[in-house]
């Protein structure tokens, strides 16, 4: 499983970044995918990482205002997110899945991913 962590509340306009800590995969192309789902929402898909390069895609609601990175040596991949509106609030997960998971538009649904932990939860007051 993959364990998120770095959730809190804050106030429009204001930043937070969340870590996914992970094991070391036996396999070289994977992506890592944060997702969240807000109250009463279906889940969505916010970010992607592909292993192989190291590109990033998101999502059209968040593009411009998060960002994901990666540190291998740490194992953590993590997601910046900047000028928060409350409709951000939600709880955060992480999850794995291959390569082709992660497209321009984002990592999806998430119907493609697995090894998904306990999230984090952002909440953010207007």
């Known amino acids: 499983q993959l364990q998120a962590s770095g959730g809190g509340l804050v106030q429009a306009g204001e930043s937070l970044r969340l870590s996914c800590t992970l094991s070391e995969f036996t396999f070289d192309d994977y992506a890592i995918g944060w997702f969240r789902q807000g109250p009463g929402k279906e889940r969505e898909g916010v970010s992607c990482?592909?292993?192989?390069?190291?590109?990033?895609h998101s999502a059209d609601s968040v593009k411009g205002r998060f960002t994901m990175s990666g540190d291998n040596a740490k194992n953590t991949v993590y997601l910046l997110m900047n000028s928060l509106k409350p409709e951000d609030t939600g709880v955060y997960f992480c999850?794995?899945?291959?390569?082709?998971?992660?497209?321009?538009?984002?990592?999806?649904?998430?119907?493609?991913?697995?090894?998904w932990g306990q999230g984090t939860q952002v909440t953010v007051s207007s």
């Open positions: 990482i592909k292993s192989g390069d190291g590109s990033t």
């Open positions: 999850a794995v899945g291959g390569g082709y998971s992660c497209t321009a538009g984002g990592p999806g649904d998430g119907q493609l991913y697995g090894g």
